[in-house]
């Protein structure tokens, strides 16, 4: 029951993913041409030169915040990662309950330090 309810929950994250990928391209680029707008910002010398960045980083910041709903994407995406690695992950030692019986708690103590 569990690896079903992991596979339809990746497959909504799946979905979401898709639905966002635009959006998510859309916001990558409009960052990193905020990124480059601020180091030409830096480098104007001109007052005239740093009012144009300001009036192409404000249009740029407007673009990246039309897409900044990309981030339900980006938590679909860690979704998926997430429900991968619990699909991929194999239980560890269960350890086993301890009984009154001696015998038995003696055979696993000295599977213990046979170890």
Known sequence: MKKFLLFLAGLIALAVLLANLGPMILLGVSVWLLYIVFKQ???????????GWVVVGLITLSIAVS???????VAAAYALYWIF?????????????RSEDPFTNFEHQWAELNK
């Open 85 to 97: 690695k619990n699909w991929t992950s194999k239980k560890e030692d269960i350890q086993p309950t």
């Open 67 to 73: 897409n900044i709903y990309a981030v339900i994407g």
């Open 41 to 51: 910002f830096m480098k104007s010398d001109s007052t005239a030169g740093k009012i």
